[in-house]
């Protein structure tokens, strides 16, 4: 089946600092990414919605210059955290299709998601 | 806008006891339901798709049910094992959107 790598599992970083991850589709090409935030206890909140070649798409409230996604080939989508604080310490998730007709009836696969700690 | 909800919260029950995890959204013009699971600190695994056109789905112990009309799913466990115990999402493909709503998930604890 579809396999969504994401990089890396884990990271902690200082306030202050960026840190990218990566959302890879390992055997399909996805042309639609999502990234998903996930609070502690908590559902997880759609962020933002990445086509390849355009800009990304993003859900009200979620900060664009703050959360940077690039979506530059059909297999690879990275979402860059910029000047991290605390607040921001959480778990990131991604998943990906092909944004084809028969993809919208087909599960989406996740990335095993980012757990963020901001110090 | 889509909002998706789960009831109850949390759940803990003894082990072989049959449960029944509900999901209601507000807009039925969706693609799917997808159910899942999530273990602490984990990503998520997926455990059954609904097509809009379908009224349910089997997949061993577990069932899921859409009434799309109502805005309802379920999620039947049977004979419940300390092994499920995880949180379950479920969560909609938006027709309009394409995007994937989750619901407020259910925490299930099942106790030898």
């Known amino acids: 089946g579809a396999v969504v790598s994401q990089h890396p599992s884990r990271v902690i970083c200082k306030s202050g600092t960026s840190v990218k991850i990566e959302c890879r589709s390992l055997d399909f090409q996805a042309t639609t990414m999502f990234w998903y935030r996930q609070f502690p206890k908590k559902s997880l909140m759609l962020m933002a919605t990445s086509n390849e070649g355009s800009k990304a798409t993003y859900e009200q409230g979620v900060e664009k210059d703050k959360f940077l996604i690039n979506h530059a080939s059909l297999t690879l989508s990275t979402l860059t955290v910029t000047s991290a604080h605390p607040e921001d310490s959480s778990f990131y998730i991604c998943?990906?299709?092909?944004?084809?007709?028969?993809?919208?009836?087909?599960?989406?696969?996740f990335g095993n998601g980012t757990r963020l700690t901001v110090t | 806008k889509q909002e998706v909800t789960q009831i109850p919260a949390a759940l803990s029950v003894p082990e072989g006891e049959n449960l029944v995890l509900n999901c209601s959204f507000t807009?039925?013009?969706?693609?799917?339901l997808q159910w899942f699971r999530q273990d602490p600190g984990k990503g998520l695994t997926s455990l059954l798709l609904i097509q809009s056109s379908q009224r349910e789905q089997t997949s061993g112990r577990l069932n899921a049910s859409l009434d799309k009309s109502s805005g309802r799913s379920t999620l039947y466990i049977a004979a419940s094992q300390p092994g499920d115990s995880a949180t379950y999402l479920c969560a909609v493909r938006s027709y309009n959107t394409d995007k994937l709503i989750f619901g407020t998930g259910t925490r299930l604890q099942v106790f030898p």
């Open positions: 998943s990906a299709s092909t944004g084809t007709e028969s993809s919208y009836n087909s599960p989406l696969h």
């Open positions: 807009d039925s013009a969706i693609y799917n």
